[in-house]
């Protein structure tokens, strides 16, 4: 019976795993996830199933432990194979960003970010923070990745992201992060611009707001999570929305092209669908604000000097709206609802 990789003293197996494991090894893994068939990872990789098996019983006796049991599901991680796999899929993550560095220095630039963002952030934060970071003679590239701030962090631990800004919350993950508050949204209702004008004639009723069609996020973010909570705190009950989204922008054009909708959105991102999609801000400011705008970062390990140069560009540019917005014109042109 092999050792358990418990019994192993941590730097013979480290020394194995430098002088043994190979990339084959963690593509292997990868692909056994995948599939969970080994005859199917055989016709993926383009090699006999034994020489698949012969491979991962050399990983098995490298790591002194099953990686996987055979079940009516497939092949399945066993807990020391999850360990296993989540290491791999980081190597496999830094490697793609390496290979990103190299292209991008071959061809005369800096390393590519990877930035993972909340939906509901403005366009124009995300667009100063990469101009002024590039006008420090960083030539960087960025992808952006969209998704909720619990789905990136987990990108962000597992080395697919370089960064995340997201949104703070009792109930996220922050193991291996730390964090930095940018700046707080304040919520603000937006509707038809016909239905706008007449809901801005008297404060805010909230059993008759219920009735109108709601765009709302998925009841797993922060924000939906809070509107929900303001209503029950209302003494009503929450409206259902008649669209869920994660897209601002569809928000927006759901919003201006029907006469009864509504949702709540940051003010930041509701004075954008002001401007692209046609809707309207009801003249009313609500007594809550929304959790803060926050950059996420790793607690160790390398980083680029250039998500440095990033994280203080955001830092700038979120100070200037956070002075900036609302200003004491705004605040005096709408009222506090009930």
């Known amino acids: 019976m092999p050792p358990r990789i418990s019994d192993l003293p941590a730097s013979g197996l480290a020394q194995r795993l430098a002088t043994r494991l190979r990339m084959k090894h963690l593509l292997l893994l990868q692909a056994i996830r995948a599939h969970r068939s080994l005859t199917r990872v055989a016709e993926q990789m383009a090699t006999s199933q034994p020489a698949v098996t012969q491979s991962l019983a050399e990983l098995e006796a490298l790591f002194g432990a099953p990686l996987f049991q055979r079940t009516s599901q497939g092949m399945v991680p066993t807990p020391t194979g999850e360990l296993v796999l989540s290491r791999c899929e980081t190597m496999l993550a830094d490697l793609r ?122 009841r797993s973010t922060p924000m939906r999570e809070q509107i929900t909570d303001f209503f029950l705190r209302a003494g009503v009950k929450p409206p259902p929305p008649f669209v869920e989204s994660l897209s601002a922008k569809v928000i927006g054009e759901l919003v201006a092209a029907n006469e009864r909708a509504v949702s709540i959105v940051p003010l930041d991102v509701a004075e954008e669908l002001v401007r692209i999609a046609g809707v309207a801000m009801v003249a009313h400011r609500f007594d809550w604000s929304l959790p803060p705008i926050t950059l996420f970062r790793r607690a160790s390990g390398a980083e680029y000097d250039e998500v440095n140069v990033f994280a203080a560009a955001l830092r700038s540019v979120s100070a200037s709206m956070a002075t900036g917005t609302p200003n004491q014109a705004q605040r005096a042109a709408v009222s506090r609802s009930c």
């Open 97 to 218: 960003h390496w290979a990103d560095d190299i292209e991008a220095v071959g061809q005369g630039r800096a390393a590519h970010l990877h930035v993972g963002v909340i939906p509901f952030l403005p366009g124009k934060l995300l667009a100063a923070a990469i101009a002024r970071t590039r006008a420090q003679g960083r030539e960087v590239t960025v992808t952006l990745y969209e998704d909720t701030s619990d789905q990136l962090l987990q990108k962000l631990r597992a080395h697919a992201l370089d960064c995340v800004i997201g949104r703070t919350s009792a109930v996220l993950d922050m193991s291996q992060l730390r964090h930095e508050i940018l700046y707080a949204q304040e919520p603000r209702l937006i509707a038809h611009r016909r239905l706008a004008a007449r809901l801005a004639r008297r404060p805010l009723q909230w059993n008759e707001l219920t009735e109108l069609d709601w765009v709302l996020g998925p």
